[in-house]
C-alpha cells in the first residue's frame, strides 16, 4: 500500500532533525512503500528550509509550505489534499514533536490492508501507555475524551488522538471543504464523521511519550478554543 506520512510543523526544527530519518528507517526495514508529506506553516526557526534540506538529502520527502500559521487541522486537509491528488492508498497523521514512535507505522499500514478504513493509534486501550505523563494531565486526557465521547456518541476510545491512518478511498468520500474545524478539534470531527458512516474503524495501542523538545502548541488558550469549538461541532453535525 503506497502510504503517505503527512506532518504538520510550526518551530519544530530540532525534533524534525531526528524524526525523519527514524521515519525513513522504519519505512526501509518494514518494507512499506512509504514518503513523507511536511506541511509547515512558514516556521520562523526555519524547519521548513531544514524539510527542504532533508527531502535534497533523502527523497521520499514532500515539502507544502504555507504562508501562516493556519491550525494544525488546516494543516492536515491540505496535506490529504496532496497526497490523494498523487494517488497515495493509505495516509498517516503523526506529530513532528517525537511524541509518536515511528515503529508504529507498520502496523497502521497492516490494519489498513485488512480493510479499515480509520485506525486510530490509541492510548486508552489495553497495551497503550502515556509513561510521561503526570497524573494532572491523565486526568484532563481523560476527562477530555470521555466528554467529546459523550457528546458525539462515539465509539472511539481515543477521539483525540493524533496519530491515526486513513483509507484513501474512504477519505475521499468526505468533501474536506466541508469540514469545519481547523484547530485540535478537526480530530474529533473526523472520527465523528468517520463513525456516522460507518466506517470500519479500529484502535491499535500505541505509547504516547513527552515532546523531545520545544514548546507545545496546545496552551491553555488552544485548550480552551478546543473545547469550545467541540461544543459548536456537536450542535451542528
Given at each position: 500500500?503506497?502510504?503517505?506520512?503527512?506532518?504538520?510543523?510550526?518551530?519544530?526544527?530540532?525534533?524534525?532533525?531526528?524524526?525523519?530519518?527514524?521515519?525513513?528507517?522504519?519505512?526501509?526495514?518494514?518494507?512499506?512503500?512509504?514518503?513523507?508529506?511536511?506541511?509547515?506553516?512558514s516556521?520562523?526557526?526555519?524547519?521548513?528550509?531544514?524539510?527542504?534540506?532533508l527531502?535534497?538529502?533523502?527523497?521520499?520527502?514532500?515539502?507544502?509550505?504555507?504562508?501562516?500559521?493556519?491550525?494544525?487541522?488546516?494543516?492536515?486537509k491540505?496535506?490529504?489534499?496532496?497526497?490523494?491528488?498523487?494517488g497515495?492508498?493509505?495516509?498517516?497523521?503523526?506529530?513532528?514533536?517525537?511524541?509518536?514512535?515511528?515503529?508504529?507505522?507498520?502496523?497502521?499500514?497492516?490494519?489498513?490492508?485488512?480493510?479499515?478504513?480509520?485506525?486510530?493509534?490509541?492510548r486508552y486501550?489495553?497495551?497503550?501507555?502515556?509513561?510521561?505523563?503526570?497524573l494532572?494531565?491523565?486526568?484532563?486526557?481523560?476527562?477530555?475524551?470521555?466528554?467529546?465521547r459523550?457528546?458525539?456518541?462515539?465509539?472511539?476510545?481515543?477521539?483525540?488522538?493524533?496519530?491515526?491512518?486513513?483509507?484513501?478511498?474512504?477519505?475521499?468520500?468526505?468533501?474536506?471543504s466541508?469540514?469545519?474545524?481547523?484547530?485540535?478539534?478537526?480530530?474529533?470531527?473526523?472520527?465523528?464523521?468517520?463513525?456516522?458512516?460507518?466506517?470500519?474503524?479500529c484502535?491499535?495501542?500505541?505509547?504516547?511519550?513527552?515532546?523531545?523538545?520545544?514548546?507545545?502548541?496546545?496552551?491553555?488558550?488552544?485548550?480552551?478554543?478546543?473545547?469550545?469549538?467541540?461544543?459548536?461541532?456537536?450542535?451542528?453535525?
Amino acid at each position: 500500500m503506497k502510504t503517505a506520512i503527512i506532518i504538520p510543523t510550526y518551530n519544530e526544527r530540532e525534533n524534525l532533525q531526528g524524526l525523519v530519518p527514524q521515519i525513513l528507517a522504519v519505512l526501509n526495514a518494514s518494507g512499506v512503500d512509504g514518503s513523507i508529506i511536511i506541511v509547515d506553516d512558514s516556521s520562523p526557526d526555519g524547519t521548513g528550509d531544514l524539510a527542504k534540506e532533508l527531502s535534497a538529502k533523502h527523497g521520499r520527502i514532500i515539502v507544502i509550505t504555507r504562508d501562516a500559521k493556519l491550525g494544525i487541522g488546516s494543516a492536515y486537509k491540505d496535506g490529504f489534499r496532496t497526497a490523494l491528488s498523487l494517488g497515495f492508498e493509505g495516509l498517516i497523521e503523526m506529530d513532528a514533536d517525537g511524541s509518536h514512535n515511528p515503529r508504529f507505522i507498520p502496523a497502521f499500514v497492516e490494519k489498513l490492508e485488512e480493510g479499515y478504513e480509520l485506525v486510530i493509534g490509541s492510548r486508552y486501550i489495553p497495551g497503550g501507555k502515556t509513561p510521561d505523563w503526570p497524573l494532572t494531565r491523565r486526568i484532563i486526557s481523560k476527562t477530555t475524551g470521555f466528554f467529546t465521547r459523550f457528546l458525539f456518541g462515539l465509539k472511539t476510545r481515543d477521539p483525540t488522538s493524533g496519530f491515526r491512518a486513513y483509507r484513501a478511498t474512504a477519505l475521499s468520500s468526505i468533501d474536506l471543504s466541508k469540514v469545519a474545524s481547523n484547530g485540535y478539534a478537526f480530530q474529533v470531527e473526523m472520527v465523528a464523521l468517520c463513525e456516522k458512516r460507518r466506517f470500519r474503524v479500529c484502535e491499535i495501542p500505541i505509547e504516547f511519550v513527552d515532546r523531545w523538545g520545544g514548546k507545545s502548541k496546545l496552551s491553555g488558550m488552544e485548550y480552551i478554543r478546543f473545547m469550545k469549538a467541540v461544543l459548536r461541532l456537536a450542535f451542528t453535525m
